[in-house]
């Protein structure tokens, strides 16, 4: 653990930091107070690529097709069933989708949703701006999953939920990367991991106080449907995401290891 009794989050000071803004993020930097980049998922994986940013919580389909970075080992966010905030809303059958809108910021998640649709259902729609279904993530998919009600004539595809019953897996969606010649990475590594465990304590003033949602679907979201570690099981999750995206021509196939500290 990274312990320094003046100041615990010494490790990141004078890092750019960049974390995604959407509420499944919180716990791994509410209890941080320094200087924090807030944006997209996409947005912070460009930032981090072009050296604007030392470290980011970013897609794991970007660490995956570029496997430079450093990754922080056990701290993510992931979900170990349905996740609720990233699926594929649609009307009628799944069989009969023939194109899909794709939210800008779901670089990661709309690649996760080829994988599934193409490996176990011989799916290959179109991906565009426009479509006659939607992937939605974050924030705006929690407030249009719950617009539509319990009656409404959506069905809503969670990739989370279709990815365990696929593969038995928990699924991991982002994690910490942090550039390669980032001094003391592994100081680094240790403050992002003792960051989670200081934001999970805190997680129930986040039920109570913020300001999204409302109080029942931040504490199920945020204690029964999101996780906020690896584990071995995520490791294993990865290396198949990784194989999946290879065999379909996603990524480049690629047998450098991920690098994690």
Not at 241 to 261: G, N, S, V, W
């Amino acid at each position: 653990m990274c312990v320094n009794s003046g100041d615990p989050w010494r490790a990141l000071r004078g890092l750019r930091i960049g974390c995604v803004k959407y509420l499944n993020s919180r716990p791994l930097i509410c209890a941080y107070d320094g200087a924090v980049t807030f944006d997209h998922p996409s947005a912070l994986a460009t930032m981090l690529a072009a050296g604007g940013l030392d470290a980011a919580l970013v897609p794991v389909f970007e660490v995956l097709r570029d496997p430079r970075y450093l990754l922080v080992d056990d701290v993510a966010v992931g979900c170990d069933g349905p996740v609720f905030s990233v699926f594929l809303a649609y009307r009628g059958e799944l069989r009969d989708v023939r194109s899909i809108a794709l939210d800008p910021a779901s670089r990661s998640s709309a690649n996760l949703l080829r994988v599934l649709l193409a490996e176990f259902h011989g799916l290959s729609p179109a991906f565009g701006s426009t479509g006659d279904t939607q992937l939605l993530i974050g924030n705006q998919a929690i407030e249009f999953r719950q617009a539509q009600g319990e009656n409404s004539e959506w069905h809503f595809f969670d990739l989370g939920e279709e990815w365990k019953r696929c593969t038995g897996l928990p699924f991991v969606f982002a994690v910490w990367a942090v550039r390669a010649e980032t001094a003391d990475a592994s100081a680094v590594a240790d403050a992002f991991r003792s960051l989670r465990d200081a934001g999970c304590v805190q997680i129930p003033e986040l039920i109570t106080q913020e300001d999204f949602g409302d109080v029942e679907m931040r504490r199920r979201y945020l204690t029964e449907w999101l996780r906020f570690g690896i584990g071995p099981r995520g490791h294993e999750a990865l290396g198949l995401y990784r194989t999946l995206l290879a065999k379909h021509r996603l990524i480049a196939d690629c047998a450098e290891p991920l690098k994690f500290i």
